[in-house]
């Protein structure tokens, strides 16, 4: 019987190889988490990631998550270190206990970016599972605490840059006749920003949080009765668009919620501010209040 092999999409033509690493928290328990994953092309293209998400770590292991995320990063430079001189990890061992290759294979996809994803899928279930499941109004709660955890960092590497803006982080402001304060994330008298956290996995809290700042900061461009700053902005953590992590369903409806939240801060002259990490929101905030 002939088959019309046209009926069937091409072979991906682009090939390599993953590698999953795992993660032992107490030596010798046998519960492995997966960590880290690494791609290489066979046209020497080469991408390491950690495939558990940080807001993952923070749930699982509160402040004793920053040490874990140090060692992940250590993992991450002496993965990319031995694949540079070899072409594979049958070699490699950790610089840190507790950290092994759990798994390989040979893949084939459009790109590397896509072999980095189908190893994501099989066999990181705090990876993109994470991020599909299921979430009741009271899991979203921790939203909050995360938003908080943000603001510190992005203080502490204010701090590390110009110490002298600390005392306008986190200031109260009476906006209205009322008794109540609005506390915004920094105020002086020439530069007002609010900050806020895009987690992919507690989208739905994420932006009311998010929006709850932008009318804060629009009640403040209104008011009358203080010193209205010249400058407004919303500065919003997001990750990378470019993280295997995420899924590609979550990615657009980021997209969605960004555009959204742009437009709804321009129409009150608030700077809409995407930030992938503490260290430039804290510039920002350095280059319009210093």
Same mark, same amino acid.
């Given at each position: 019987?002939?088959?019309?092999?046209?009926?069937?999409?091409? !072979?991906?033509?682009?090939?390599?190889?993953?590698?999953?690493?795992?993660?032992?928290?107490?030596?010798?328990? /046998?519960?492995?988490?997966?960590? $880290?994953?690494?791609?290489?092309?066979?046209? /020497?293209?080469?991408?390491?990631?950690?495939?558990?998400?940080?807001?993952?770590? *923070?749930?699982?292991? /509160?402040? !004793?998550?920053?040490? @874990?995320?140090?060692?992940?990063?250590?993992?991450?430079?002496?993965?990319?270190?031995?694949?540079?001189?070899?072409?594979?990890?049958? #070699?490699?061992?950790?610089? $840190?206990?507790?950290?092994? =290759?759990?798994?390989?294979?040979?893949?084939?996809?459009?790109?590397?970016?896509?072999?980095?994803?189908?190893?994501?899928?099989? &066999?990181?279930?705090?990876?993109?599972?994470?991020?599909?499941?299921?979430?009741?109004?009271?899991?979203?709660?921790?939203?909050?605490?995360?938003?908080?955890?943000?603001? &510190?960092?992005?203080?502490?590497?204010?701090?590390?840059? #110009?110490?002298?803006?600390?005392?306008?982080?986190? !200031?109260?402001?009476?906006?209205?006749? &009322?008794?109540?304060?609005?506390?915004?994330?920094?105020?002086?008298?020439?530069?007002?920003?609010?900050?806020?956290?895009?987690?992919?996995?507690?989208?739905? %809290?994420?932006?009311?949080?998010?929006?709850?700042?932008?009318?804060?900061? #629009?009640?403040?461009?209104?008011?009358?009765? $203080?010193? !209205?700053?010249?400058?407004?902005?919303?500065?919003?953590?997001?990750?990378?668009?470019?993280?295997? &992590?995420?899924?590609?369903?979550?990615?657009?409806?980021?997209?969605?919620? @960004?555009? *959204?939240?742009? #437009?709804?801060?321009?129409? *009150?002259?608030?700077?809409?501010?995407? =930030?992938?990490?503490?260290?430039?929101?804290?510039?920002?905030? $350095?280059?319009?209040? %210093?």
């Amino acid at each position: 019987m002939n088959i019309d092999r046209s009926m069937f999409p091409p !072979k991906p033509a682009y090939a390599g190889r993953w590698w999953s690493i795992s993660f032992e928290p107490i030596i010798g328990s /046998g519960e492995r988490i997966n960590a $880290v994953v690494v791609a290489l092309g066979f046209d /020497g293209k080469l991408e390491i990631i950690q495939s558990v998400r940080d807001d993952i770590l *923070e749930a699982i292991y /509160g402040y !004793k998550s920053e040490s @874990i995320k140090e060692m992940i990063t250590w993992i991450r430079t002496s993965l990319k270190a031995h694949l540079f001189a070899n072409d594979d990890l049958n #070699e490699w061992r950790s610089p $840190v206990s507790g950290f092994s =290759v759990a798994r390989s294979s040979k893949a084939l996809d459009d790109s590397l970016s896509g072999i980095l994803r189908q190893a994501v899928r099989m &066999t990181a279930s705090l990876g993109t599972l994470a991020l599909e499941a299921e979430r009741s109004e009271d899991e979203d709660r921790s939203n909050q605490r995360q938003s908080e955890q943000w603001a &510190t960092k992005i203080l502490d590497e204010v701090r590390s840059i #110009e110490p002298r803006l600390l005392d306008f982080f986190g !200031k109260r402001i009476q906006l209205s006749n &009322t008794q109540l304060q609005t506390k915004f994330g920094f105020y002086n008298d020439v530069y007002a920003s609010n900050f806020g956290l895009m987690v992919p996995s507690r989208l739905s %809290a994420s932006i009311n949080s998010i929006k709850a700042k932008i009318y804060d900061l #629009e009640s403040l461009s209104r008011s009358a009765m $203080v010193i !209205k700053p010249q400058n407004l902005d919303i500065i919003i953590g997001t990750p990378s668009f470019e993280d295997p &992590t995420i899924p590609p369903k979550t990615l657009i409806t980021m997209r969605h919620h @960004i555009d *959204e939240l742009t #437009e709804l801060s321009q129409k *009150e002259n608030i700077n809409f501010k995407s =930030v992938n990490n503490a260290y430039d929101a804290a510039v920002i905030i $350095v280059d319009m209040a %210093a």
